[in-house]
């Protein structure tokens, strides 16, 4: 039966529209970091290199490599943890150029730094990927954090931001680095127009 994080982690992955509490524990990832614009060909082709070896590693199987505790499973969706510069928190208005992001995309627990070599080289001999090679392995932890899902296009975002902060503020809640957060893609910008797009919003806080 096909792990389907759908599914099996809704708390996770499919929020309320509204802001709430949750302690978001450890995971590996596929992660690659960056700056500037994410509507620029550069970000496209880090999703792109991500998804290849994510989607690598799923495929394994077919090519008769079988990790240690494998499962079948849907491969998990695009995620970033986005801040600033400096220079882009001083600035009233959201300069993209000034974004910092790292984007990644979860693994199931079977998954090692060895089961990613191996998906490594069979990526690399199928494809000319940009920067495949700057993709890393790690671990990740947000601990307690206010989440809800936002719809809508991703300009929009600070007015679901301003409805989690109102939410922190009701609870006496800090949020850890003022303009840190993740967001994790629901939906595919390509095939969704942008008033349905699904993303899942998460601040980082404390009480």
């Known amino acids: 039966m096909k792990y389907e994080w759908r599914k099996q982690e809704k708390e996770l992955y499919i929020p309320k529209r509204e802001p709430e509490l949750i302690q978001v524990p450890s995971y ?55 801040n600033l510069t400096e220079e882009g928190k001083r600035s009233d208005q959201l300069e993209k150029e000034e974004l910092l992001y790292t984007i990644m995309i979860r693994q199931p627990e079977f998954v090692t730094e060895d089961v990613v070599k191996v998906a490594f080289e069979s990526v690399k001999k199928k494809k000319s990927l ?31 931001f301003r409805n989690m902060d109102a939410f922190c503020e009701r609870n006496g809640l800090e949020v850890i680095r003022e303009r840190h957060h993740r967001e994790i893609y629901l939906s595919d910008p390509r095939k969704v127009e942008p008033s349905k797009c699904k993303t899942v919003l998460r601040y980082f806080v404390r009480k």
């Open 28 to 82: 590996n990832f596929l992660l690659i970091s960056g700056n500037g614009d994410p509507n620029e060909e550069e970000y496209s082709q880090k999703v792109e290199a991500l998804y290849a070896l994510a989607y690598g590693i799923r495929m394994l199987p077919k090519q008769g490599e079988i990790p240690d505790g494998y499962y079948e499973y849907t491969v998990y969706p695009l995620e970033g943890v986005w």
């Open 130 to 160: 940009k920067f495949l090679n700057d993709i890393t392995f790690g671990t990740m932890e947000d601990g307690l954090c206010v989440q809800m899902l936002h719809i809508g296009s991703y300009d929009k975002e600070p007015e679901s």
